[in-house]
């Protein structure tokens, strides 16, 4: 029998999940692959820290160089996260010859592309499943079963803790810092949400698909990406009234020859099959000139279903050992010349503004639209929503509109006497 034997980059939640995820289906993975697969060194920073975990005596390293530069390791496996070191030990893991997995979206996205020369110029491979949707098999599926296709479009939520959020706000009125507060003792957050709440892990994944599906390269930092910090339970009460739930969307899509991306909250219709995909679950949709329409959908985070993701590369590299073909002859990250990028593109927005309650200020606003060529679809007024200060929210649905365009009329108006703020800007998908 085959032998495979791993080194872990981590202790984390997903690298504790990794080793559970192989501890308990050990003996089936064994039965169905013919691979006996074994973690022989963790690289553990904190080994006096209870992990749950039993790890056998001698494991555990606190060196780097016992997983990277040992030549009994075959598949290094990365979940410390982040771009450093976590890139640096790839790229030595790589070019001494080892697999590589990683769940690490933020590393793939900023160097997946050189990650991934090395693989080929090594003979080896590079997997990183685990980075986008958690347990839901997403880009291998997109690589191979589905490369046949020609994609339009990718929407999805692919961020468990804002999804969360949102869900949580939505069905029981809740305040956005109360329900943060709550995922994070739950640890469904992070104690610095930052990189959930203000969109950048979904960017990072948005590089990743569009990298797969498109043959595009966009950093992370290029895309338009907005949070949800901003989003209230008076956005969520309009938006229900419209026929809207309100989720944070990774979207990229093909018009005019070029592609179009934007990870925002957006008001999704009741009848959209993400609009049912609740708290930390996550749901990418795709469509292919080929196989049409498809969703796919699980829970995309926790260290159990990430843990599965991670440990369905290592088979695959662990198969392609026992085969004498473990060389990675088909890049996943793909990047042609002639696929443009066109930033975010046009859309329909929702709009909130704090405005006078005084006749002709409709008006007024309309005419300042139609100044810019943006149209009204829908208007909504609350006046049980007044202000002390006599002011009330006037709420809008816009015809498809440039966001730049949109933004300065914005801009206008809020210097109008009539205008107290520019409350909100949610885009609506349909």
């Known amino acids: 029998m085959k032998h495979v034997k791993i080194g872990l980059l981590g202790i984390g939640n997903v690298a504790v999940g990794t080793f559970r995820t192989l501890q308990m289906n050990h003996s089936r993975i064994e039965r169905s692959t013919g691979i006996s697969i074994d973690i022989i060194k963790i690289l553990n ?59 690490n979206k933020a590393a793939i996205a900023a160097n997946g592309s050189m990650l991934q020369n090395l693989a080929v110029e090594n003979n080896v491979m590079l997997r990183f499943e685990a980075s986008v949707g958690g347990g839901i098999p997403i880009l291998g599926t997109l690589s191979n079963a589905l490369l046949s296709n020609d994609f339009d479009e990718i929407l999805g939520i692919v961020n468990g803790t804002t999804n969360y959020i949102l869900t949580q706000m939505t069905e029981y009125g809740l305040d956005y810092d109360d329900v943060l507060k709550d995922a994070q003792e739950k640890g469904f957050a992070e104690r610095d949400p930052s990189g959930d709440v203000e969109g950048i892990d979904v960017a990072n994944k948005l590089s990743i ?38 989720k944070l969307l990774a979207t990229a899509k093909k018009k005019d020859g070029a592609v179009e991306c934007h990870v925002q909250p957006a008001l999704v219709p009741f009848d959209h099959p993400l609009a049912s995909v609740s708290n930390e679950f996550n749901a990418i949709f795709v469509r292919g000139n080929a196989v049409d329409d498809l969703m796919f959908y699980g829970k995309g985070a926790g260290p159990l279903p990430t843990g599965s993701a991670v440990m369905g590369d290592v088979i695959e590299i662990a198969r392609a050992i026992d085969k004498g073909c ?13 696929v443009a990028y066109a930033g975010e593109g046009k859309n329909k927005y929702y709009l909130k503004l704090i405005v006078d309650d005084a006749p002709g200020v409709l008006g007024k606003i309309s005419s300042a639209f139609g100044k810019y060529g943006i149209s009204i679809a829908s208007m909504m007024q609350r006046p049980a929503l007044r202000t002390p200060e006599s002011s009330v929210p006037l709420v809008f649905i816009l015809h498809e509109a440039e966001r730049n365009v949109l933004d300065t009329a914005l801009e206008e108006l809020g210097k109008q006497s009539y205008v107290s703020s520019v409350s909100s800007v949610i885009r609506v998908e349909e």
């Open 326 to 338: 473990a060389f990675d002859s088909t890049p996943v990250l793909k990047e042609y010349d002639d």
């Open 45 to 103: 920073r904190s080994p006096e820290k209870d992990r749950g975990i039993s790890v056998a005596e001698g494991v555990y390293t606190q060196d780097p160089a016992d997983i990277l530069d040992n030549p009994e390791i075959d598949i290094v496996v990365e979940l410390i996260g982040g771009i450093e070191p976590a890139t640096e030990y790839m790229a030595r893991a790589l070019r001494n010859g080892k697999h590589v997995v990683t769940a």
């Open 209 to 246: 698909l569009m990298s797969i599906i498109f043959g595009l390269r966009v950093p992370p930092e290029d895309i338009p990406t907005q949070g949800i910090t901003s989003i209230t339970k008076d956005d969520i009460n309009f938006a229900t009234q419209f026929g809207y739930k309100i």
